[in-house]
């Protein structure tokens, strides 16, 4: 089973871009299908897109078409989350796991908070 | 959107006694290919959410077989059959048929 380890804490202001880090350990990285998914405080978790190494392409949730870029490096074996555009209601932990819709091993990263303050 | 509601909510429940939650779907979740991507979850405090069940019935590696998922097309539900103390968290319902991937609002199962 892949374990996920996401880059540390975001503080941002409003209008700017984050760009969070998972990098990927055992199983078959290029395989593997990464989803991003965040969770605001108190709310349930929102998938936001995800991405199999092997295609490239990524897949965005239309909320967030336009702010949201997924990719991933073989090479390092990592997958990103980049959103611009920050609002304050962006603020939330943001998750990336593993072939979470696949009838195979499900893997979590430990989260990476973003906080979108002025 | 595929909008998926849970019930209940929020779920009291005796340690060693067996508890149940329910979640619906707006659509059928049945796929083509006539499998169904309909998975649970729990998140326990402070923790990150932590797959139980897929497609349905299914139990991922480690999870203890007091837990079990049953139903078809619309209607799901997952089941412990006596719950212990570790069981204590939010509970959320995922479906993978339709993009986007959806959550449910999620059931908090504490200890009466």
């Known amino acids: 089973q892949v374990q996920l380890v996401q880059s540390g804490a975001e503080v941002k202001t409003p209008g700017s871009s984050v760009k969070v880090s998972c990098r990927a350990s055992g199983g078959t990285f290029t395989t593997s299908t990464f989803s991003w998914v965040r969770q605001a405080p108190g709310q349930g978790p929102e998938w936001m897109g995800g991405i199999v190494p092997i295609f490239a392409t990524a897949k965005t949730a239309p909320k967030f078409q336009g702010r949201l870029t997924i990719t991933a490096d073989e090479s390092t074996t990592t997958a990103y989350m980049a959103l611009t555009s920050l609002r304050s209601d962006d603020t939330a932990v943001y998750y990336c796991?593993?072939?979470?819709?696949?009838?195979?091993?499900?893997?979590w990263g430990q989260g990476t908070l973003v906080t979108v303050s002025s | 959107d595929v909008v998926l509601t849970q019930s209940p909510l929020s779920l009291p429940v005796t340690l060693g006694q067996p508890a149940s939650i329910s979640c619906t779907s707006s659509?059928?979740?049945?796929?083509?290919?006539?499998?169904?991507?309909l998975h649970w979850f729990l998140q326990r405090p402070g923790q990150s959410p932590r797959r139980l069940i897929y497609?349905?019935?299914n139990r991922d590696s480690g999870v203890p077989d007091r837990f079990s998922g049953s139903g078809s097309g619309t209607d799901f539900i997952l089941k412990i059959s006596r719950v212990e103390a570790e069981d204590v968290g939010v509970y959320y319902c995922m479906q993978g048929t339709h993009w986007p991937l959806t959550f449910g609002p999620g059931t908090k199962v504490d200890i009466k």
């Open positions: 497609q349905v019935s």
């Open positions: 659509q059928s979740l049945v796929h083509s290919d006539g499998s169904t991507s």
């Open positions: 796991a593993t072939d979470i819709n696949r009838p195979v091993g499900a893997s």
